[in-house]
C-alpha cells in the first residue's frame, strides 16, 4: 500500500513539471498581455484635499480674529464700526491679508501656465516649488511691496496719521472679498465646472473688484486717500495699477 502511495505521488509530481516546462516555454514565446503598451481609461479623481485644509485654516484664523481679537464682535458690527471705536486693527488688517493671499492663490494657482525654471530649480527643505507655492510667492511679494509703498507715499506726502485709517477701510474691503474668494475656492474646486471658460469670467469679476476698489478708495466717507486730485491720481496709478500689471507679469508671462 505504501509503495503504491509513493508511486502515485511521483507520477503527479512529473505531471506537475511536465505542466510547469509547458506553461514556461508558452509564456517565454508569447508575450503576456501585461507587457503590451495600452492605455489606462481608468479616471484617477483629483485630491483636492489641500483645498479643503487651506479653507479650514483661513476660516479659523477668522473665528481667532473675530473671538480674540475683535472681542466677540458680530459680522455686522465688524463691518460696520467706526474708526473711532475700533481696536487691534493691525492684526485684524495683518489676519484679513493672509486669509486674502491664501484663498486668491488658491484660486489662480491652476491657470499658472509654468512655474518659471529658476524658480522651480530653487530648493527649500528639499522641497519645490509648485504652482500653489509660487502663486503665494508672488502675490505675497506683491502684497508686501504694496503695503510698503503705500506706507511709504502717506509718509512722504506728510499725511502720515491717515495711512492707519486707510488700512482699517481697506480691511473690510478685503474681509467681503476674502468671502466671494472662498466661494469660488469651493465652486472651482469641488464642482463640475469648465476650468477654461471660468477663466475669463475670473478675470471679469476681478476687473470688477478692482473697478469696484478703486471707487470705494475715492468716495468712502473716511477719505482715506490724499485731499488733493493730483495724490489721488499718483496713488491709483502707482499704488494700485502697477502692482497689478508687475503681478501680472509674474504669474503668466
Not at 509513493?6 to 516555454?25: A, Q
Request: proline letters at 3%.
Amino acid at each position: 500500500m505504501t509503495s503504491f502511495f509513493i508511486s502515485v505521488c511521483k507520477d503527479s509530481l512529473f505531471n506537475l513539471f511536465i505542466l510547469y516546462k509547458i506553461i514556461y516555454n508558452f509564456a517565454k514565446n508569447i508575450p503576456l498581455l501585461l507587457s503590451q503598451n495600452f492605455t489606462n481609461h481608468i479616471r484617477i479623481p483629483e485630491n483636492n484635499d489641500w483645498v479643503i485644509f487651506i479653507l479650514l485654516a483661513c476660516l479659523f484664523l477668522y473665528i481667532f480674529m473675530m473671538n480674540v481679537i475683535e472681542r466677540g464682535a458680530n459680522l455686522k458690527d465688524f463691518l460696520l464700526q467706526k474708526y473711532f471705536d475700533s481696536s487691534n486693527n493691525l492684526p485684524s488688517w495683518i489676519i484679513t491679508s493672509c486669509v486674502t493671499t491664501l484663498t486668491l492663490a488658491v484660486l489662480i494657482s491652476q491657470y499658472i501656465p509654468i512655474v518659471p525654471k529658476y524658480i522651480a530649480d530653487l530648493q527649500v527643505l528639499g522641497y519645490q516649488f509648485n504652482k500653489f507655492g509660487y502663486s503665494l510667492t508672488a502675490i505675497v511679494f506683491f502684497y508686501l511691496t504694496k503695503s510698503t509703498l503705500g506706507f511709504l507715499f502717506y509718509q512722504s506726502i506728510g499725511d502720515a496719521k491717515k495711512w492707519s485709517i486707510f488700512y482699517f477701510t481697506s480691511t473690510k474691503f478685503y474681509f467681503v472679498l476674502s468671502f466671494l474668494l472662498i466661494i469660488l475656492c469651493v465652486t472651482h474646486y469641488y464642482f463640475p465646472v469648465d476650468r477654461n471658460k471660468m477663466f475669463l469670467y475670473y478675470l471679469l469679476f476681478l476687473s470688477f473688484v478692482f473697478i469696484f476698489k478703486v471707487f470705494f478708495y475715492l468716495f468712502h466717507k473716511n477719505n482715506i486717500l490724499p485731499e488733493k486730485w493730483y495724490y489721488k491720481f499718483l496713488y491709483i496709478c502707482t499704488l494700485q495699477i502697477a502692482p497689478l500689471l508687475l503681478l501680472w507679469k509674474l504669474l503668466f508671462f
